[in-house]
């Protein structure tokens, strides 16, 4: 009985998963490396930590501001040189089944970053993964992940303290509505999203943006100059409710196209405005809206 139990510990030891090990004894050899000890010159130590040009850095629809893994590789190439530096995998990598829809697999891969034949970081890069999605794309964008995390404090660690990030999103970046999602953020030194609408009331970026309300009272006050004589105002329903004619939308299209709006911005408008998925929806109560507004200053994106 003793022998057997004794053979039944050997297996499960030999049945141990090799990263586990592999991490283990990693963490051992950096401890008697002796990572507080840096033989780092005081020139490199400052090169590290500069910042980053606004235009460089990315900001994530969350608000995240992001350093891009190509600067982060630059960096270390013009500190260390290249072959100075590198990054090592030190356990196989892990993958997640997706959970659903919005909850992808992941590909997990534990990394160290080597600096003249030192260790002195050690981080695990996570990459999306599904079935559609080439394996070989998901390792290498948790190589990515893993270095950018790896060198988190030791290339610009300011960019990640809570109260550089909000300054920098209030300064650098919008937050934008969207058609077809949340509003998000996005960098103002970038190009606009593809659903964008306009700049959301809600940024603090108030000096591009203009509530539609603020445009509809001043083009109320605004005389328009016409061309042609003005034709006579078209009779709107008695009931605020009832649905206007096809002639008050023609005249909503003629005030809009006057004003260099195309008839994708009137549906945008009132989609926006009153969920409206066409123009025939409009009522008598809302026709001096849309026609303030078709009249009104374009707000500049």
């Not at 950018?148 to 404090?153: F, L, M, Q």
């Amino acid at each position: 009985m003793k022998k057997k139990a004794t053979k039944t510990t050997t297996k499960r030891i030999q049945r141990r998963k090799p990263a586990a090990v592999m991490v283990e004894s990693l963490g051992d050899s950096l401890q008697a490396q002796g990572l507080s000890r840096s033989n780092w010159s005081e020139t490199q130590q400052t090169a590290l930590s500069r910042g980053f040009e606004p235009a460089d850095l990315e900001i994530q629809s969350d608000g995240v501001v992001n350093v891009p893994a190509s600067l982060v590789a630059e960096r270390l190439n013009k500190v260390f040189l290249p072959g100075n530096w590198g990054m090592s995998r030190v356990g196989d990598p892990q993958c997640t089944a997706p959970g659903g829809p919005e909850d992808p697999g992941y590909v997990i891969v534990p990394y160290v970053l080597w600096v003249n034949g030192i260790p002195v970081a050690e981080a695990y890069g996570k990459g999306t993964w599904a079935r559609r999605v080439d394996y070989g794309n998901s390792v290498e964008a948790a190589r990515t992940n893993g270095l950018k995390r790896c060198t988190k404090h030791i290339i610009a660690p300011h960019i990640y303290s809570d109260n550089w990030q909000h300054r920098f999103k209030l300064a650098n970046g919008y937050l934008v509505e969207r058609i077809t999602g949340p509003p998000a953020w996005r960098s103002m030194h970038g190009a606009p999203l593809e659903d964008e609408v306009d700049i959301d009331p809600r940024s603090p970026n108030q000096k591009t943006y203009t509530p539609p309300s603020v445009v509809e009272k001043t083009a109320s006050r605004r005389p328009v100059k016409r061309k042609t004589a003005a034709k006579k105002a078209v009779a709107l329903p008695k009931l605020s409710d009832d649905p206007i004619p096809t002639k008050a939308i023609g005249q909503i299209m003629q005030a809009a196209r006057a004003h260099e709006r195309t008839e994708a911005d009137v549906d945008r408008y009132i989609r926006r405005k009153w969920g409206h998925r066409s123009k025939a929806k409009i009522t008598a109560a809302q026709f001096d809206t849309v026609i303030a507004w078709a009249r009104g200053p374009r707000v500049k994106k």
